[in-house]
């Protein structure tokens, strides 16, 4: 197993970003911290400091290419990378209404390209240090298209599809890949659902689980193993069957 020593996050200032920025804070780790809300980013830069890791707090909004791509340099510059977690993404209910243009696009942009912006400049850096590990944050959501939210889904396939087709490409250049398909876990995405999330999961828990995956170097971490069999079996069924089910399930608002 490897345990990674410099690490750097997107999303790190809420929900499971903010967990696993805690779970890799101690002594001797360098940690860059990356969110868009600077008072909550200080806030977690904070508690991880006091656990005795370096912190690097940086503001930082997935959806700016160049922005992202200068980070990941000059951090990888400070402190050789071991492993990026793009983690940074958003959902967006919409009840009774269908997602808007504007809505569907601002999903997408920050859930797929702003996976994009992370992962290139961080596989450039890896290859030019000879090695790395990326962690891609996807979904359970991600295994069966839902009306309620068709933009969240689409985005989860999509960074997952192509993490896990990473994952053979980058292996050549000694570039570990993991992707992350977690259940409900306690965030601000799940905090405005107001219909029950089954196996509804602690962040910190959450965290664990991801990097005792990652320093297995596990393909797919998924959890909690008993949604991750249902979601398998509901995405095998019958699209006429999966419809009728998915029309039965809550909006999320």
């Not at 991801?210 to 949604?227: C, D, H, T, V, Y």
Request: hydrophobic share 40%; proline share 5%.
């Amino acid at each position: 197993m490897t345990i990674p020593k410099t690490i750097f996050i997107t999303g790190a200032s809420s929900g499971i970003g903010a967990a696993l920025a805690e779970y890799y804070a101690m002594p001797g780790n360098v940690l860059f911290l990356c969110g868009r809300n600077r008072t909550r980013l200080q806030a977690i830069a904070g508690q991880c400091i006091k656990r005795g890791a370096q912190v690097h707090s940086l503001q930082l909004d997935v959806i700016d290419q160049t922005a992202c791509s200068e980070a990941i340099i000059k951090a990888n510059q400070t402190s050789k990378l071991d492993l990026v977690i793009a983690n940074a993404g958003i959902s967006g209910g919409t009840g009774q209404q269908d997602e808007s243009d504007h809505q569907t696009r601002e999903i997408m942009d920050i859930n797929l390209n702003g996976v994009f912006n992370t992962v290139f400049p961080a596989i450039e850096v890896m290859k030019s240090n000879g090695q790395g590990q990326i962690a891609i944050m996807s979904s359970l959501a991600s295994f069966k298209g839902l009306p309620s939210a068709p933009a969240y889904c689409a985005s989860k396939a999509a960074v997952r599809t192509w993490g896990e087709s990473l994952r053979g490409t980058l292996k050549k250049s000694n570039i570990k890949v993991s992707v992350i398909t977690p259940g409900f876990v306690k965030s601000g995405i799940t905090a405005v659902n107001k219909f029950p999330m089954p196996f509804l999961m602690e962040s910190s828990k959450a965290a664990t689980i991801i990097g005792k995956g990652l320093e297995r170097n596990k393909a797919r971490i998924s959890f909690p193993k008993p949604m991750y069999l249902a979601v398998l079996f509901f995405s095998t069924l019958p699209l006429f069957i999966s419809e009728f089910i998915s029309n039965k399930l809550p909006n999320k608002q």
